[in-house]
């Protein structure tokens, strides 16, 4: 059965910072890997679509990677500012999308 | 494009009541689910479509029932709610599960 962890749960640091957020997978037999954030009372917005085939995708100031044989996903969130402050959810399709548990990110002026 | 739109917003009904949630998107996918999102417990699923027509369970699919008579809605019907149902409720819809899954605006519901 996939399960899918994210570490670290929260994670508060002042703008400016590069990020690493990570995302593990118990089933590396993955199709792809979806990024999501989703902003405090509000639906998921999907942020990167990792195809299995692929190990890195970028967008803007993101960048993610995948190595399947290590069922490793991360999340590197360049010069971080305040309106990157969100929780970021990874989520690996199976029978259905399987979401991992979501990181907390604060990013303070 | 609108997306996924869904209605209501914000919701409160009294236990024993039934509602229906909407949830429409134009962006002639497949692929739609509902999910309900409690503090502590992520995303769970409810239901989903593979098509019109055509349905299924999720993880969670009791006191909630779904049809799907076209491509672009898919509403979720609460049969006798209860308190355990107080939820925030997501629509998302997809070309297929494993593509971009596009998310509505979610409905907050209080069931008292």
């Known amino acids: 059965k996939q399960e899918v962890t994210q570490i670290p749960a929260a994670l508060s640091v002042p703008e400016g910072e590069n990020l690493v957020l990570n995302c593990s997978f118990t089933d590396s037999a993955i199709y792809n890997l979806q990024w999501f954030r989703q902003d405090p009372g509000k639906g998921l917005t999907s942020l990167l679509l990792?195809?299995?085939?692929?190990r890195e995708q970028t967008s803007g100031r993101l960048n993610a990677s995948l190595d399947k044989s290590s069922g490793r996903s991360t999340l590197y969130i360049a010069a971080s500012q305040p309106g990157d402050s969100a929780t970021y959810l990874c989520?690996?399709?199976?029978?259905?999308?399987?979401f991992g548990t979501g990181t907390r990110l604060q990013v303070f002026p | 494009n609108a997306g996924v739109t869904q209605t209501p917003k914000f919701q409160v009904l009294k236990t024993g009541q039934s509602m229906t949630l909407q949830c429409a998107q134009d962006?002639?996918?497949?692929?739609m689910s509902w999910y309900r999102q409690d503090p502590g417990m992520g995303l769970r699923l409810i239901h989903y479509s593979v098509g019109a027509g055509i349905t299924d369970q999720g993880e969670v699919p009791n006191g909630y029932n779904v049809s799907r008579s076209t491509t672009e809605d898919f509403p979720l019907r609460l049969l006798s709610a209860a308190p355990s149902q107080t939820s925030v409720y997501f629509c998302a819809s997809s070309s297929f599960l494993a593509d971009t899954q596009y998310f509505g605006p979610g409905t907050r519901l209080t069931v008292l």
């Open positions: 989520a690996v399709p199976s029978d259905k999308l399987i």
């Open positions: 962006m002639n996918h497949e692929y």
């Open positions: 990792i195809q299995s085939s692929q």
